[in-house]
């Protein structure tokens, strides 16, 4: 099976299967040095679009604001299947069509309070201090669209890796790769 295949069969599979390890990726952005952190898969559109959650205030929002450009890895351990994908990152606030579909997904369930503390992510908390939660909000979810993938499958007869990149009829375009 062509990898592109198999990685959109397997991203896809993740939306409705919890236990799927591609549940979980690595996002990174671009900071002052590169920044890579796990994230929760909330959904792979039909495109190859991701979405996930986040809180508004976060640097890796700040870091989004300063440069798009943004890339996840994912990692399937029995199919030794790693995708790398670079895309571009869209901000899902206030004035995106989503916004409110996806905030109330969020209030369906335990997490929105991840959203709330008074400070924000990646402040201090003085010694001993309580964790404060506010009445204030700030979710957000990040959309990824794909630009490029690099797919690399390893296995005992062989290893292969291939490249996509979107031609200008908008179809991934496969590049066969030294693995
Ligand atoms: C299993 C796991 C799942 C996580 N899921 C998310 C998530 O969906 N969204 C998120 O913003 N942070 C998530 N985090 C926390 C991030 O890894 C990161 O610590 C946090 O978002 C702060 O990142 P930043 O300071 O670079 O913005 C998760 C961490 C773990 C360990």
Redesign the pocket.
């Known amino acids: 099976m062509e990898l592109l295949t198999l990685a959109k069969a397997e991203l896809r599979r993740s939306n409705a299967d919890r236990k799927h390890p591609f549940r ?1 990726f690595y ?1 990174a ?1 671009l ?1 002052e040095f590169p ?1 890579v ?6 959904k792979v559109d039909l495109d190859l679009t991701l979405t ?4 508004a205030r ?6 989004i604001r300063k440069n798009k450009q943004v890339s996840a890895l994912f990692y399937h351990p029995d199919k030794k299947l790693q995708i790398r994908m670079n895309g571009l990152a869209e901000l899902v606030d206030k004035n995106h069509g989503d916004f409110d579909r996806l905030l109330n997904e969020v209030k369906q369930t335990s997490s929105l309070k ?1 959203y709330t503390t008074l400070q924000a ?2 402040s201090s908390v003085p010694d001993e201090a309580e964790l404060l939660f506010g009445d204030e909000v700030y979710f957000l979810a ?1 959309k990824i669209k794909p630009i490029k993938f690099d797919i690399l499958q390893l296995g005992r007869e062989g290893h292969r890796r291939s490249a996509y990149a979107k031609n200008e009829r908008g179809e991934w375009e496969e590049m066969v790769l030294v693995p």
């Open positions: 979980y996002f952005t900071g920044e952190r796990t994230v929760i898969n909330r996930f959650f986040t809180d976060s640097p890796k929002v700040q870091q991840d992510p990646g990040i």
